[in-house]
Each structure stands twice: as structure tokens, then as C-alpha cells.
């Protein structure tokens, strides 16, 4: 084992401790002996399944899985429990113009989308990265042989929820206004299906649709756009904690192990071009969130909320997905409670335990 420095060594201990009471949902049966080839495998999704990945390679699953990166030297050498593993592989390359390994692949898992805020600040580019990345990676799978390939969507696609719809279901019609720039990220991952859905017609390559919405874990970004992330770095290193805002906005969170056992199940068991919402279903105001986070994490602190709240009613932003079709097909749910979540994820920066 390599030898690891204590704060990474304390978030491998967090990531099984997180599996360990939830790991019984996960019918790992259709993973046996499965070669997977996985777009996007260093970043905060990466991190879950690689780490679902190992447990299960761990109890003799026998899955061998090659991870294309940008830069795997750096990822490595960030992480470098990951080295010398018999069971994976890294490739170089970027998702829209990477070359193809000679190899064959049973399952691909097509989690490559650029999330930061400089990303956004540049929406062609989004665009670009999700449409010619998915095209680039369905082309690849056509070549290896793959069967079944895992298209990690978003509730983006929706569009604005509107404010009367408590939980937005798969069967909706809402979608992004296409006039605007800031819809790219959603329109992308639109195109992303409608791409899935042709080359499973022209291919027979069966296109796993995960919906995915909004998470929280070891592995968040506490410095990006994600309020969650953004209040427990607050709560651990700032003065205060911050909502930028009125904080009226309501959101939910799927802890990262809950979120492996579910893209890892239905990548085995999901029914093609049958779109499965990702996420947690128990709606929390942003406001009640950083408060939420206070009282984990440091009483002490205080909330600043940027603006007055007004009353609004029903007419509060919402992204909350309804996780029915999961929940009553397979039995997923969100397991980890949004307490234990915050805590784990604090506690993986080896600050509070």
C-alpha cells in the first residue's frame, strides 16, 4: 500500500466507512468480470465509482476498468493510492478528440463534463465539450464493442422547474429556453440523450440515461459553485457563513456512496432510453441549508444572509427531482442522511471529525 499522507489516508477511511451501511442495495451481479472503460473518472463522480469499483474488485468481482484523463500523472500523483492497482488502467487524452485503445469493452461510463465556474464562464465551450465529447465517446464504443454505455445527463435538461411542481419526474416536457447562453450546459446534455437514443438505433448500443441533479460528498469542490460546498467551507475556515442571496432558492442532496450504488445499478440493470432521475428527493431551502451546516459543523459561526428574504410562497426557485422510477424499479434511495453527509464531507478535509 502506498504510503499516504493523513488527510488522504482519513478520506479513504470516510469513503468505506460511507459504503458500509448501504452497500446491500448495490446488486453487483451483472458487474462480475466486466472490462469498463470510464470518461471522467478523476473528478468528484470518478471518485465514487472508482472507489465502488475497488471494494467490489475487492470481494472478487473481477472488473477491470481503464480511465481516460486529461492528465493522469497529476491526478496520480495527487492520489497515489491509485497507482499499481492490477485492476486499472489510465489513458491520456481529452474526451472530444482522445485516441482509441485497441482494446474491447464490455460497459462504458461517459462521465466527462467540465463543472467549474471558469467552464461556465464559457458556454460554446460546454457545449462543445458535452455534444463532440458524447459523439467521440458513442464512436469509441461502437468500435470496442461496447453493450451498454452509461450517459451521466442532469436535471439540467428540464429547464427551469417551475415553482409549483414540487418534484420534477422524467416524464415532463419542460426543457431550456434555447435563446438564452446560459442554457448550453442543459441543452448539451439534451443533445447528449438524443445522441444515445440514435446510436442505440443505428447500433444497438444501449444508452443507460442518468438525470443526475445534486451531491454532496468527499471529492465537492468547496471552492465552486455549489452552495453545500461553499457553506462547509465557510463553516471550516471563514469567519462566517455565507448565502449569497436571499436563500430561498430549494435544493437537494445525494450523498457520493449513494450516488455510486445507483449509477453503478442501473448502469447493470437500467432499461435503455428510459431516463432515470439521480438525486435526493427531501427538498431544504439554501437558507435552512446554511443553517443546517452551522449546526453541524460550527455553532459558533454565524449565517449572513446576503439579502432580506421575502415571502414568496410557493413561488420559491426549485431543484428537486421526484426519484419514484429509481426508487420503486430497483429500490434506490437517498440512504445517507444529509447530517451524516456534511459531516463525512467536513471530515475528509482532516479539519473536524
Known sequence: MTNLDPISQKKIEI?????????????????????IFVTGGTGFFGLWLLSALARLNRQGAGIHVTVLSRNPAVFLAAQPHWRDQPWLSFIPGNVRDFKFPAKRFDWLIHAATDTAIAAHANPLAIFDDISIGTRRALD?????????????????????????????????????????????YGEGKRVMELLGALYYREHGIEPIIARCFAFVGPGL????????????????????????GDGTPLRSYLYGADLAI???????????CYP?????????????????????????????????????????????????RAKEGFGLD??????????????ACGVRS
Open 276 to 324: 432515470y432521475n439521480v438525486g435526493s428527493d427531501q427538498a431544504i431551502g439554501i437558507r435552512e441549508l446554511a443553517f443546517l451546516v452551522q449546526r453541524v459543523l460550527s455553532p459558533e459561526k454565524e449565517v449572513c444572509i446576503q439579502k432580506q428574504e421575502a415571502p414568496v410562497g410557493d413561488l420559491r426557485q426549485r431543484y428537486v427531482p421526484s426519484i419514484n
Open 262 to 272: 445507483w449509477l453503478l445499478h442501473l448502469l447493470g440493470m437500467g432499461k435503455p
Open 334 to 347: 437517498a440512504w445517507t442522511s444529509l447530517e451524516h453527509a456534511i459531516k463525512w464531507t467536513a471530515a
Open 221 to 244: 469542490p468547496l471552492d465552486g459553485h455549489f452552495a453545500i460546498g461553499n457553506f462547509i467551507r465557510d463553516a471550516l475556515y471563514a469567519d462566517a457563513i455565507h448565502v449569497n
Open 15 to 35: 469513503i468505506e466507512a460511507s459504503f458500509a451501511p448501504i452497500w446491500l442495495h448495490l446488486d453487483a451481479a451483472p458487474l462480475a468480470n466486466k472490462h
Open 140 to 184: 469509441f464504443a461502437v468500435k470496442a464493442g461496447v453493450k451498454r454505455v452509461l450517459l451521466t445527463s442532469s436535471g439540467a435538461v428540464y429547464g427551469p422547474q417551475p415553482p409549483t411542481v414540487e418534484h420534477v419526474n422524467e416524464d415532463v416536457r419542460f426543457a431550456c429556453p434555447p435563446e438564452m447562453p446560459a442554457s448550453a
